[in-house]
Structures are given as C-alpha cells and as structure tokens.
C-alpha cells in the first residue's frame, strides 16, 4: 500500500457480499430440507395473514417473513407489501384516490 | 468405546485429506490409539501424505470382503506407534464398499482398543461420503472461506442431521464441528475473504480449528510427512491446536490476523 492508496476509496468489500449472498442462499436451501429450527414460521406466517386481512386485503405471497443472523441475536423480519389501493378496504383514503387517478 | 470422527466437505479440494492426516498424528501423539480410514475408493491419497504408499498390502475393500483381516491391512505408522493407517481400494468398483462391512471394521477397531477411528471422506454427496460419516459420533466439516465451499458444507450439515446413525436413532445427534482452513488473514482484512465469523454465522456452528494458507503444506505432502508434524510452520501448530480443542481444551485462535504492517511500509508502499 503506498501513499496514494491511503486516501483512495477502497473497493466493493467482496467479502461481505458473499456472505450476504450465502445467508440468503443457506436459509432458502434449509427451508427446502425441512432444516432451519423454526417450524412455527409457517402457522405464525398463516396467522399474521389472517390479523392484516382484517384491516387490509393483502396477497398470500404479500408477506415476507424470515429469521437472520445478527451476531449471536437471530432477528425476526417481516414486510408486508400493501396493495396499490387498499379499495376492498372501503377506505375514504381509496375513493379519494379512485377519483383522482380515475377508472382502471 | 472408540470414537469415530468423519472429516467431510462435500467439494472436493478443500483440504479434508490434509486434516485427516493431521488431526489423527496429533491425536496419536497425545497417547490415543488412532486408526485413521481413506474412503476415498478409487482415488486413494491419504497413503501418500500419511508417507506409507509403499506399505499398503492390503486394504479397506480387501477387510470388507474378507481377503484378508484387518490386522493385515491395518498400516503401522513408522513415527508413532499408536497411529495406524487403513488405505482405499484403488478398484473402480464404487459399490465395494457396504454399510455392515464398513460396520463390522469399525466394531472390530473398538475391539482392539482403539480411542479414535479418522473417516477421511471422499467429495461428493454419494455412497462414500455417506458411508463416511454414517457411523460417526462426531463430524470434522473442512471449509474454504469461498462461497461455493460454505454451502456446500451446509449441505453436509443437512446429511448429518438426517443420513447418519446417530440422527436415525434421534438422541443428540453427530457433533458437529467447523475446520476453516485455507485462510488467509491479510485477504479477510482486505475485505475480499469472509472471516471466520462470517462462516461461522452462515453456517450456524462452532469453530474447532482455523488453519492458514500455508506453504508448509505443500513441503510436508512432497515429504510424506503429515504438516502438524512440521513444528515451525503456522498450519502445523494450527493443527495442533485444534487437536486440543477436539481434546476439549479452550485455546484461542493463532494465525487468524494480519501481520500490522509498520508505519513507513504503510506510507512508502510495501
Ligand atoms: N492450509 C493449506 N495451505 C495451503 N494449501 C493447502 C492447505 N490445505 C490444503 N492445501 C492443498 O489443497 C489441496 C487439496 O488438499 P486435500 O487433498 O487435503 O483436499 P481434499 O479435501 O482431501 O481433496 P479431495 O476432495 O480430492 O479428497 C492440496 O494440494 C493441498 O496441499
Ligand atoms: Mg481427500
């Protein structure tokens, strides 16, 4: 390393994006083994679905659920992607919107 | 009750031969009666870093099929005397190997005293690897800190967790260790190799042994000579040290950190 390279930026860190890659690919490959130690996230998953529907009709597919790794702490993500527009919800928020962008 | 250890992997390359040879002197050095076992079939290797390819008479094919007993086959370490070899066939007969025959040599191993039976596994996911590490007690996972290696050995996790004895009979299952080998400090500080605790993340299990890319390696396999043997260089005591953690002692890792480089190399290059 000479002086130059001190101030230069340093490269994508290659490593981590393996890493990054390896812990989404690691996780998916374990769930299709039946491996993974949480066989609650399933019904968790199914009953999540069940409390969001009551407020907003959301696709089966709409909800992502998973454990990673942080360290030693596992940490529980879940995202929810709402709908475009929430009409079947009757919200006021929807007509509104209905009327400005008109008809489909 | 002899124990029995698979070094496995999954690729191929990785360094599973090299650790089998070494885990099983260290060992053997410790007092321990070792037998260390090639089920490479038909790509015998371990012979030649073990430095006895020119006493194999018989071999593990052989004692399965009863051409011979295992005592014949059996290859006494010329440095230390509790430390004996069992070769690969070379035949590319790949069903020669079965699980009671593999059974029956390993029974007869803990018969004869044997403390610890080394399956050195091939690569791969088929019938010899599975062999390997069905009857093991505790499994030696090689890894590169390289991405196709790390979920490859998760693959292995997997098989352990389900294809061995232990699994099948549903106690605690095949103890599973991480041996990182291949690693090379100055790249994990550079930012273009994962570190140890990247895999050990990933993968989800403990780190037995962290070895260096070494040029000891190579000069202790032109030699015959197991590289643990090899005092002086950074592998060797790498392995050695993950001899004792195996052994159940606590020490912390060596070689795992880049050499600082002083205050003028930095600024003048170097
Ligand atoms: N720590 C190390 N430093 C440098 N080279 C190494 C190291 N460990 C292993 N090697 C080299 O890597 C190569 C493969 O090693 P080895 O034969 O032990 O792998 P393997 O996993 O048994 O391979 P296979 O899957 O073919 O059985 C050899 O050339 C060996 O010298
Ligand atoms: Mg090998």
Known sequence: MGLFDLFRSRPKNTASVAAERLRIIVMQERKADGRGGHDYLPTMRREILEVIRKYVNVDADAIDIHVTREGEDEVLELSVTLPERDRDAGAERGRADEASSGAD | MSEVIVVTSGKGGVGKTTT?????????????????????????????????????????????????????ALIKD??????????????????????????????????????????????????????????????????????SSVRDSDRIL??????????????????????????????????????????????????????????GVLTASNAGVPVILDDASDAGQAYADAVARLCGETLPMRFTEAQKKGFFSRIFGG
């Open chain 2, 20 to 72: 089998s040879a070494s885990l099983a002197v260290g060992l053997a050095r410790r007092g321990k009666k070792v037998a260390v076992i090639d089920f490479d079939v038909g790509l015998r290797n371990l012979d030649l870093i073990m430095g006895c390819e020119r006493r194999v008479v018989y071999d593990f094919v052989n004692v399965i099929q009863g051409e011979c007993t295992l005592k014949q």
């Open chain 2, 78 to 147: 010329k440095r230390i005397d509790t430390l004996f070899v069992l070769a690969a066939s070379q035949t590319r007969d790949k069903d020669a190997l079965t699980k009671e025959g593999v059974e029956r040599v390993l029974k007869e191993l803990d018969e004869d005293g044997f403390d610890y039976v080394l399956c050195d596994s091939p690569a791969g996911i088929e019938k010899g690897a599975a062999l390997a590490m069905y009857f093991a007690d505790r499994a030696v996972v090689v890894v590169n800190p390289e991405v």
């Open chain 2, 158 to 215: 997997g098989l352990l967790a389900s294809k061995t004895r232990r699994a099948e009979q549903g106690g605690t299952g095949v103890e599973q260790h991480l041996l990182l080998t291949r690693y090379n400090p100055e790249r994990v500080a550079n930012g273009d190799m994962m570190g140890i605790t990247d895999v050990k993340d990933i993968l989800g299990i403990d780190v037995i042994g962290v070895i260096p890319e070494s040029e």
